[in-house]
């Protein structure tokens, strides 16, 4: 649910490895859960999870949790209107029901009535009050507003009536030190204390998704104002854990929320554990080592142990046995991508179709990801809806790149071909994965006599360069912000041309348009993923990208941890787990 | 003498200041837009420009830089683009942890390099002198970060003697100590050890330790109270270097144990661009550096009298 939308491959991985590592069952169950304690397979209370965290938190505030470690944390404070479940179907959380009218431009929730804030200094005397729907409008309104330099926005940006208007003209007061002549975001509507209403400027089909993001978590106006430029280290919320403590660079604890409201299927309220034990660590080496000592409740297998771990089958060797195995995918697309508005290769189709054919990605996922991996046929990772088993994609096949090379005339072979000299290959550090992968990428683009240097600078200035369109070949990935395949096509909108949008590549092609805005106004599900399958045709064919992989994890569990689900986009359902005694 | 240091101080702020500047030129020339790192890549260029605005990102370096230096001047490091936290008050709520595994470092390198060193000496070329020569170069050698994966895979990981990592306050935090005490401790250990060993080798040779000999006195009172001492000097030289070791040494192993400290905090820094934070931790590093060199020299006075400042 973090909302993070270029990552690299290498980030990727740290963050799967990353989520987090153990738990250990401490605690002990008292009398009056005697019942709980005997349902076969189901649900038991206590026990305090434990994991391994590999980067510093930024923020606790959703408005600002844009990066993977701050929104695992906040995901179990806060709650949104509505979530993904674990076939990343959306399920209602706050909104018990939503209706959509006027052609979907109109998005009607009613509010669920028993939801708590947590208990917290800044309510008065120190208890959370009943969530309404003018907490959902605040926070709303957080995001809009230019002074809370929310790093969400862009969820809202054109997208909502009266938002643009709203922010324009408070951020101009601020400026000129006076009060706001526009004091609401028109197209966010209290209709009683309970119903909420959003009205969007068009029909934007998969707009759902968005208020299952980190950003719309809701916060209450008294915390928020409370604690001031600290709230962002003092989160209120109406999640299934409080925060108990934040020691940066250290551990994050948390414990559980008694008033929670949510139940499982049974009826017994949630979460299961008493808490949560987060210890921020930086090397997955150690956190691995930590996990095996049975100091964390899961971990990633990192590649120094890979060996010992994993047997060539990728299933457990011997001594890892007593752990359970977890396979995860992360709805991602590893690619690199080519500048379209350089000559040669973005203004040529045959030579961006000949860098496709000329790599071998299962032999790359094989030889340098240990598996983890799934060659990628087009934008579209496997899991997503509308992922298209039919795509063709591109075949390993070196005498067909050769062959369209020549055609392009570019064959070093060719009597009247000219070569078509070095090409630099600009990727970000801070990975070995990535470099190795860029090297192997090298090395059989250099057999099809596609010779390529690599250039490895910091995650900045490459994302600078990106943006600015000065590099013509650049590594670059792509995580699911949401389930919908809007998300990754838009990568390839012309309307959305980096830096502005997050089409890096300034792929741009009228059909493609065409059908992506076709696709926005449509409301039958079914009928816009037949527009996504045919638009991403054009991608494949087009070939902005040199399409790579999906990432494919492996988690070890500790053998007591229960229902604990790795979700695409570093989803991180805490209030589920529970601990086998 | 309190005019030597308060002439060592005013002679430190040129220093200061030319490291605030190569510093805040570096994290320019190095390219990258900080604003837009701290928005988020979906921003908008609107936003990333408002925020550049409200932090001063728009104008030219060199009036960024007098921003600051004005700012510092008032004792204000800013607050971090990423996490809004006061810059100052992050350094300060790290600096006792790195206080803590520089301070144990230094003197585990302390308390166990001298005595290898006057061993060493006293022994020259012995099998024990080779040994503990080889095991000093060793030492010197190898990268701390290295180290420190070894030790925690020996003897946290197989032997389970001690934590993997971690860290705590008190007595309790002693145990989560040890290992990178030893993983930072052991380059100046072996430097302390080689330098014991070269200079008293040295000072055996002269005269005086002849002449201590000759007056009857024991081999122990001739090592340890006239050959140490005058042996002592040019270890407490390099002492000031290696604090700028031990320094830069906790960036990578705190990184390793997850330690809270300031090296931590620089790292993060470093690679979300964070300038504010990037700066804070070099200008504390660099104050703290300038004050122990201060320190070191004047110890000199005390272990040489021939040593006066006026």
Redesign the interface.
């Known amino acids: 649910m973090v ?4 990552i690299h491959i290498e980030k990727l991985y740290v963050l799967i490895m990353a989520a987090a590592i153990v738990l250990a069952g401490i605690g002990g169950c008292g009398k009056k859960e005697a019942q709980l304690q005997d349902r076969e397979g189901k649900g038991k209370r206590g026990g305090v999870l434990r994991v391994a965290l590999t980067g ?1 938190l ?2 606790l505030d959703p408005a ?1 949790v ?1 990066d993977t470690a701050s929104g695992l944390i906040a995901e179990q404070i806060y709650n949104g209107l509505v979530e993904f479940d674990n076939e990343l179907k959306i399920r209602p959380v706050l909104a018990e029901s939503w209706t959509v009218t006027e052609g979907g431009k109109v998005w009607r929730f009613n509010l669920r009535q028993d939801v708590k804030f947590h208990d917290d200094p800044s309510f008065p005397g120190g208890k959370g009050r009943k969530l309404v729907a003018g907490d959902i409008k605040y926070s709303f309104e957080r995001i809009v507003n ?1 002074n809370t ?1 929310s ?4 969820l809202f ?1 054109g997208k909502i009536k009266g938002a643009n208007d709203y922010r324009e003209e408070n ?1 101009l007061a601020e400026k000129e030190n006076r009060e706001s002549r526009i004091k609401d975001v028109e197209g966010f509507k209290v209709i009683d204390a309970y119903t909420f209403q959003i009205e969007l400027t068009r029909p934007f089909a998969p707009f759902i998704n968005l208020m299952a993001m980190s950003y719309t978590w809701v916060v209450p106006k008294e915390a928020v104002e409370y604690y001031g ?1 600290d709230f ?2 003092h989160p209120v919320g109406t999640g299934p854990f409080m925060l108990e403590e934040w ?4 551990r994050v604890i948390m414990k559980r929320n008694p008033e929670y409201w949510e139940a499982d299927e049974d009826g017994v309220q949630l979460p299961y554990l008493d808490g949560i034990n987060i ?5 997955n ?2 956190a691995f ?2 996990f ?2 049975g ?1 964390f409740d899961y971990s990633g297998i990192p590649p120094e142990v890979w060996d010992k771990v994993m047997t060539k089958e990728n299933k457990l060797t011997s001594k890892y046995q007593k752990y359970q195995l977890v396979k995860t995918s992360s709805l991602d697309t590893g690619y690199y991508g080519f500048m379209m508005t350089h000559s040669p290769i973005g203004t040529n189709k045959d030579l961006r179709q000949a860098f496709n054919y000329a790599i071998d990605r299962q032999s790359i996922i094989d030889n340098v990801l240990n598996g983890r991996g799934i060659p990628a046929k087009g934008a579209l990772p496997p899991e997503m809806p509308g992922f298209n088993k039919e795509l063709k994609g591109y075949d390993y096949d070196p005498a067909k790149a050769k062959e369209l090379l020549a055609k392009a005339g570019f064959s070093n072979g060719f009597p009247n071909g000219k070569g078509l000299g070095e090409i630099t290959l600009q990727l970000n550090s ?1 990975g070995t994965t990535n470099e190795d992968v860029a090297e192997a990428i090298q090395d059989q683009l250099g057999k099809v006599g596609i010779n390529v240097k690599l250039s490895i600078i ?4 490459h ?3 990106v ?1 600015r369109g000065t590099t013509q070949f650049f590594r670059m990935g792509w995580v699911a912000d949401y389930p919908d395949p809007e998300n990754f096509l838009a990568l390839f909108y012309s309307k959305n041309f980096s ?2 949008g ?1 089409n890096s590549t300034r792929f741009s092609n009228e059909e493609f348009d065409k059908l992506f805005e076709e696709a926005l106004n449509l409301t039958d599900f079914d009928k816009r993923l037949k527009l996504y399958q045919k638009a991403e045709e054009i991608v494949v064919e087009e070939a902005p990208w040199l399409f790579i992989s999906h990432g494919v994890g492996y988690v070890l569990l500790q053998p007591n941890l229960r229902n604990m689900v790795f979700l695409p986009m570093a989803i991180n359902r805490y209030k589920v787990v529970w601990l086998e005694k | 003498m309190y005019q030597y240091i308060l002439r060592r101080l005013v002679q430190a702020i040129p220093v200061l200041l030319g490291v605030t500047f190569v510093t805040y030129f570096l994290v320019f020339y190095a390219g990258g837009d900080p604003a837009r790192l701290a928005m988020g890549v979906r921003s908008d260029l609107a936003t990333v420009e408002s925020f550049k605005e409200e932090w001063g990102l728009n104008k030219p370096w060199y009036v960024q830089y007098c921003t600051f230096l004005k700012r510092l001047a008032h004792g204000d490091l800013g607050r971090s683009l990423s996490t809004n936290e006061e810059v100052l008050l992050s350094i300060l709520e790290r600096f006792p942890a790195t206080l803590k595994l520089g301070l144990a470092s230094l003197a585990f390198a302390i308390i166990f390099g001298i005595p290898i060193g006057i061993i060493s000496a006293v022994k020259p070329r012995s099998f024990l002198d080779n040994i503990l020569m080889v095991v000093a170069l060793l030492g010197i050698s190898t990268p701390s970060f290295f180290f420190g994966i070894i030790l925690i895979w020996v003897f946290g990981y197989l032997l389970g003697w001690l934590p993997v990592s971690g860290f705590d306050t008190g007595l309790s935090g002693i145990k989560y100590l040890i290992l990178p005490t030893i993983a930072l401790g052991t380059g100046p250990l072996a430097v302390f050890a080689r330098l014991t060993r070269s200079s008293m080798l040295e000072v055996l040779r002269q005269e005086y330790i002849l002449t201590a000999r000759a007056k009857g006195l024991g081999e122990v009172r001739v090592i340890l109270k006239h050959a140490l001492k005058n042996s002592l000097i040019s270890v407490v030289t390099v002492l000031g270097s290696s604090l700028a070791g031990l320094l830069s040494g906790t960036f990578f192993v705190e990184f390793i144990f997850g330690w809270p400290g300031i090296g931590l905090l620089a790292v993060d820094a470093i690679s979300n661009f964070d300038i504010p934070v990037i700066l804070g931790t070099v200008i504390f590093a660099s104050v703290l550096f300038v004050l122990a060199n201060i320190a070191v020299d004047i110890t000199y006075a005390f272990l040489d009298p021939r040593i006066h400042y006026g």
């Not at chain 1, 909302?3 to 270029?6: A, D, H, P, S, T």
């Not at chain 1, 210890?279 to 090397?283: A, F, G």
């Open positions: 909302k993070r939308m270029k510093e930024r923020s600002r844009g230019a330099l790093t969400g926005w862009w940006n951020a430029k962002f280290k020691s940066p660079g250290l210890r921020i660590l930086r090397d080496l150690v080592m930590e095996d000592k100091n801070g910091s995650w900045p200035q994302l600078d360069s943006d830096p502005e997050p």
